[in-house]
């Protein structure tokens, strides 16, 4: 499915920028970064899950272990039960124990601290080999962790585009990624990305978007059509 490389250009990613701004109130990027592995870990304990919900079973975890290293030599049935909170147990356990294991193999610590000095390619790479981790994972390592300019598409992001017309019906999140990650500017990309989550949360909801009330109903291919 090809993309249309004309939208959302810098107006109109401005506009909708402005609009969920005044709606939802600025969501500023936080001045503290984090270490990079709990940035990591905990992409992987939202997956498929609430925040409230990830954040009590990031909390267990680091609770449980004094450090990542603790929870690298930890049992799986031990990471499983810290994290029980945040659904999907065995395989997130799973995973999480793969990576601080690989990253463990690979660099004799357990810790990817080495990896601020380095490039946002260099990091994308570095991050993607270790298990289980695709480009949305890298992104918000980037964007939360590390606070370099990225732009994760997660299922709202993916949703929410796609309805205003900014990538075809049809575009697969990765291709929405590379098409928005190239075109929204750096400055916007943490705020734009939280607001737009929080609004395909509250209003462009996956089933029932309440279009009437919306901001970006001018301009919205879906909204428009959906409205006559
Ligand atoms: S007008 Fe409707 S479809 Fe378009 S962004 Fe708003 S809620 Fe979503």
């Known amino acids: 499915m090809s993309v249309d490389a004309e939208r959302?250009?810098?107006?109109?990613?401005?506009?909708?920028?402005?609009?969920?701004?005044?709606?939802?109130?600025?969501?500023?990027?936080?001045r503290e970064k984090q270490e990079i592995l709990d940035a990591l870990i905990g992409t992987v304990l939202s997956q498929h899950t609430s925040d409230v919900n990830s954040s009590r079973a990031f909390a267990s975890l680091k609770a449980r272990f004094p450090?990542?290293?603790?929870?690298?030599?930890?049992?799986?049935?031990?990471?499983?039960?810290?994290?029980?909170?945040g659904g999907l147990a065995n395989v997130k356990a799973a995973r999480i124990r793969a990576i601080l294991k690989e990253v463990h193999a690979e660099r004799g610590e357990t810790s990817l601290e080495h990896?601020?000095?380095m490039s946002a390619q260099r990091i994308?790479?570095?991050?993607?080999?270790?298990?289980?981790?695709?480009?949305?994972?890298?992104?918000?390592?980037?964007?939360?962790g590390l606070g370099r300019p990225d732009f994760p598409v997660d299922t709202h992001v993916h949703r929410v585009a796609r309805r205003l017309g900014w990538v075809p019906a049809r575009a697969s999140a990765e291709a929405t990624y590379e098409h928005l990650a190239a075109r929204v500017p750096a400055e916007r990309?943490?705020?734009l990305h939280v607001l737009l989550v929080n609004h395909g949360r509250q209003l462009c909801r996956a089933r029932d978007p309440r279009c009437p009330e919306c901001p970006l109903l001018p301009g919205c291919d879906a909204g428009s059509m959906q409205l006559g």
């Open 189 to 191: 990309m943490y705020e």
């Open 67 to 85: 450090d990542w290293d603790a929870a690298r030599r930890a049992s799986l049935a031990t990471i499983r039960s810290s994290i029980r909170s």
């Open 124 to 144: 994308k790479r570095e991050l993607s080999r270790l298990p289980g981790v695709g480009p949305k994972t890298v992104a918000c390592v980037l964007l939360f």
């Open 115 to 117: 990896l601020k000095r």
């Open 8 to 30: 959302p250009g810098r107006r109109e990613i401005g506009r909708v920028h402005r609009r969920l701004r005044r709606l939802y109130g600025p969501r500023p990027a936080p």
